[in-house]
């Protein structure tokens, strides 16, 4: 799978690429049908102390599955974004199954 990482307003960090794409590669091998990804990275400037956004979009045959968490660090946005992400994928695969 291709993935394309960007950073906005937010520094590079390898330790975060590795457990992303450690991430997605576990997404990977469940449902081979994923075709590349795009991440965004971002810090935003919140009241709160949640102020770091990882958005991950999946291509997949006929569409695109997108997820978006915003946390109190990048790690934590990166693990609550392929949740979401893994329990898309499980409803796609269901309705792709039944055609």
């Known amino acids: 799978m291709k993935t394309e990482i960007r950073y ?3 520094v590079q960090n390898d330790a975060l ?3 992303l794409g450690t991430k997605l590669d576990g997404l990977e091998r469940k449902y081979d049908w ?3 990804a795009t991440v965004f990275f971002k810090s935003e400037k919140h009241p709160n102390e949640e102020n770091c956004v990882c958005e991950i979009k999946l291509s997949v045959p006929g569409q695109s599955v997108f997820a978006s ?3 109190a ?3 934590k946005a990166v693990n609550s974004s392929i949740h979401q ?3 898309q994928l499980e409803t796609l695969k269901g309705k792709m199954i039944e055609h």
């Open 73 to 75: 660090n990048f790690n």
């Open 17 to 19: 690429e590795e457990q």
């Open 69 to 71: 968490s915003n946390e």
């Open 85 to 87: 992400l893994s329990s």
């Open 34 to 36: 994923i075709m590349d």
């Open 8 to 10: 906005v307003e937010a």
